[in-house]
Structure formats: C-alpha cells, structure tokens
T-cell receptor, first 116, second 111 residues
Framework: DTGVSQDPRHKITKRGQNVTFRCDPISEHNRLYWYRQTLGQGPEFLTYFQNEAQLEKSRLLSDRFSAERPKGSFSTLEIQRTEQGDSAMYLCASSFGLARGTDTQYFGPGTRLTVL | AQTVTQSQPEMSVQEAETVTLSCTYDTSESDYYLFWYKQPPSRQMILVIR??????QNATENRFSVNFQKAAKSFSLKISDSQLGDAAMYFC????????FGAGTRLTVKP
C-alpha cells in the first residue's frame, strides 16, 4: 500500500480561475476527509465522505467549493472563482471504520494552492 | 464541538534528551480518541501515537509515550532519546465525530 496520494502537489493560479485537486485514499478505506491548513495552524475540517456519500460539510466550505467521490474511491475537490484567501495547503486523509470518531486518519502529502 | 489547545508554539531539546509537549482539550463527550501527529517541514502529516479515551493505560510507541489525564483533559506527548529526525511540527488532535487539531508545537532538536 502506497498510502494516501494527492495530485498536484503544488498549484499556482490567478484569482478567478477554477482549480481541481485529486485525492487517492488508501485502498479499502471507506472514509475520506478534506482539510485546509494555513501557515502556522493546524488542519481545519472541510468535508467528509463515507464511501461515495458526502456526509458532512463545514461552514468553511463556501458555495465555490465542491467535492465528489463518485465511486467511493478517489475524490476531487474543486474551487471555483478562486480568491487570494483560498491560498492554503489542502490535505486529504482516509480511514477505515464503522463509526466516525473511532477511526484513525492517515494523511496525504497535501496540495499547496497559491492564488495570485 | 471540542477545542484543542497547544500552549507551546515552540520547543527545543538537545539530541538524546527528553522533551514533553503539552496539549489540553475540551469536549463534552465521554468517548473520544486523541492523537499526536508529526509534520516535518514540507512533508506529510504522520501519525505518532493514538489514545482511546476509555483506556486508562497510557499509550506508548517506542520512544514516544503519552500522559493522558482524562479528568484534567490533558494529553501530553513525551519524546525520549530525541533524535534529529524528530524535528517537526507536532499537532495534537481530538476526534469525536469531528476531528479538531491544535495550532501545533514546533520542535527543534539541537545536535
């Protein structure tokens, strides 16, 4: 198992452009999480999937953000009309478990987004 | 929702010495999990150690151990025989249907 992977690792875009990130979880992990991490802070929860169902979204996830996990495997996070405040590290984590809160999450390397 | 506080933004330790990183949390739940994650510079977050709140025995993983005080809602990480490779940001996290992280402690290891 190669662990959680994310692509791209770095993305530089101009304000107003759309960007899409991909996360491939550890195989057989039924849960997938997206977090945002800004410099000097811990990760902040954005959204989470159990299999293909998106079960929870944070207030941080504005209408410009959308996430999918179409077949319960990989996931994509899209940000439309990017703003400079979207600049951050976007982390993906996956886990296996029956009940949320009892799982151990394993993180990918992250995608660092810079909005100019 | 729970909150997690790491009161030490930076810590320093001499190689081969022992260092303790502090973490307090606040949750209204009785069943939850606590974690310490390590994030080296420009590298991904790695799980260091996990503690289930219902277990009284403190978790240990080789040179890493925790001091879990449930009544005080305290969860400190002790690193023994510190190595240069231990230098990183360390994040404490509390998970009960909602994973919350502290702001992190930057650990420097001096040779």
């Amino acid at each position: 198992d190669t662990g959680v992977s994310q692509d791209p690792r770095h993305k530089i875009t101009k304000r107003g452009q759309n960007v899409t990130f991909r996360c491939d979880p550890i195989s057989e992990h039924n849960r997938l999480y997206w977090y945002r991490q800004t410099l000097g802070q811990g990760p902040e929860f954005l959204t989470y999937f159990q299999n293909e169902a998106q079960l929870e979204k944070s207030r941080l996830l504005s209408d410009r953000f959308s996430a999918e996990r179409p077949k319960g495997s990989f996931s994509t996070l899209e940000i439309q009309r990017t703003e400079q405040g979207d600049s951050a590290m976007y982390l993906c984590a996956s886990s296996f478990g029956l009940a949320r809160g009892t799982d151990t999450q394993y993180f990918g390397p992250g995608t660092r987004l810079t909005v100019l | 929702a729970q909150t997690v506080t790491q009161s030490q933004p930076e810590m320093s330790v001499q190689e081969a010495e022992t260092v303790t990183l502090s973490c307090t949390y606040d949750t209204s739940e009785s069943d939850y999990y606590l974690f310490w994650y390590k994030q080296p510079p420009s590298r991904q977050m790695i799980l260091v150690i996990r503690q289930e709140a219902y277990k009284q025995q403190n978790a240990t993983e080789n040179r890493f151990s925790v001091n879990f005080q449930k009544a005080a809602k305290s969860f400190s990480l002790k690193i023994s025989d510190s190595q240069l490779g231990d230098a990183a940001m360390y994040f404490c996290a509390c998970n009960n249907n909602d994973m919350r992280f502290g702001a992190g402690t930057r650990l420097t290891v001096k040779p």
